[in-house]
């Protein structure tokens, strides 16, 4: 049995507190929702903030919503050297000990101290294609990608849950070099 | 036996023609060897050229000398994305049919009509490398880089020649995805 799986490229974005969403946009803000985005309640918000690293920024990173219990930054390591910061590759939410950044929105401006991460690659299992492949929460996988750059990745942490919708997440250095595209199917080999 | 090669990773870089350095160096001109590559023979040149695209500009793009039949530009997809030039995953020397882009130097602009290409992936072998190895000239290699966000390259060409060291060449987005660094040891799977 294919194992296949859709792949979704994630640029750089952020997620953010409520508390950090009412300094960078004012008290009492709600984001927009722009666009949802392949989890259920996921979405890609209208609001952006800059992003502000010693060596460089980025005047418009795209928010993504809904608000999260911790401010978290992700970005590939091409993004990572442009700013000038050195995050380590995390599993989304695992922010301990991470470097922060400054982020400055219309009504405010934040130090985070910490939440930038290099977002580890991972597959979002619905519970009922987990069961079906017999794939566990946490379990690390290979998965290849095919085309003129293929690649098999290592240690693609799957993340299995009822509130999640079948896809695979890299960011655009993953996908620049290996050619995958958001839609592209990727296979899972074990 | 594991079948262990050294990576080089290599950055955005140029080979020019002697007719282009003439035109962009002032006639006559000889570049001048800055530092040795891993390739005998091969050198980086302390002079640099500005690449100039539709949506951007690299200022300094190191040239690698000696001089060759064709200028060539190398990119990854990530500077091809910054400069608005879509240039084909090619072999080196393999510029038929690849888009051009200007070139600017303290003496003079050349409008590369063809040239620009993001490298594929490939390994150089000494000729007594690849016979130990039973590898031949233009073979596809699965070739495997270990760490945190290990993975396995498909497709890299084997080029093999009594002039080649041993050496891997992946570029920037291949290393920032791979996790890479130049020195580290991958392995030739089949």
Redesign the interface.
Known sequence: MMKQVPVGVSARHIHLSKEHIAVLFGEGYELNEMKALSQPGQYAAAETVAVIGTKGKFDKVRILGPARGATQLEV???DAFALGVNPP?RESGNIQGTPGIKLIGPAGEVEMAEGVIIA??HIHFHTSDAAKWGINDKQLLRVRVGG????????VVARVSDSYALDMHI????A????AKTGDLAEIID
Chains 1, 2 share one sequence.
């Open positions: 590939s390591r091409t590759v580890a690659r003129e750059r293929g690649l098999t990745f290592d240690h960011d655009t250095d993953e620049n070099a290996s050619g």
